[in-house]
């Protein structure tokens, strides 16, 4: 025999203690100033660490450390510098984001469904059209900096 929850006649859900009510489910919505940007620069830093594990990532963050810089030997202003080391970041906050997704998805179950496959390949989509962007913007800026 199952335990039933008591379900509060006004609300329509399973009635809780008034212990619990009160918590926050997260508690960095309760913190303010610097103590938020504190536990969020954390929890940005364990992001960065997660995705380091991945193998697209690490290989975009590794080429991110010799373009960024290249971006500043080829930009002949500030504009084209940021265009060209924004567009190689671009890469890897969209991997990020497709890693997240494909994570959430994986949570969920690993049984094959076409809605987990139309939200996969759709983050993996998002990581091809950034690449797209970068790969064109550098091809210009060579072309802009080397042929005219």
């Known amino acids: 025999m199952s335990q039933q929850v008591p379900f509060s006649a006004s609300e329509k859900s399973p009635a809780i203690p008034p212990s619990q009510a009160d918590a926050p489910v997260n508690p960095q ?30 290989q975009e963050a590794i080429a991110s450390v010799v373009l960024v ?33 494909e994570t959430a ?12 496959k139309r939200a996969k390949d759709m983050g993996s989509a998002a990581v091809l059209l950034s690449l797209l962007l970068c790969a064109g913007t550098w091809a210009m800026a060579l072309y802009q900096r080397l042929a005219a």
């Open 29 to 58: 919505k309760n913190r303010k100033g610097l103590s938020r940007v504190w536990h969020a620069m954390g929890y940005s830093l364990a992001g960065l660490r997660a995705g380091w594990h991945e193998t697209a990532f690490r």
């Open 105 to 116: 998805i994986d949570r969920i179950g690993p049984e094959w469904h076409d809605l987990s």
């Open 69 to 101: 810089p290249a971006a500043f030997w080829l930009g002949r202003s500030w504009i084209e510098t940021v265009l060209l080391a924004g567009t190689v970041v671009l890469i890897m906050i969209v991997e990020l984001l497709n890693t997240g997704i």
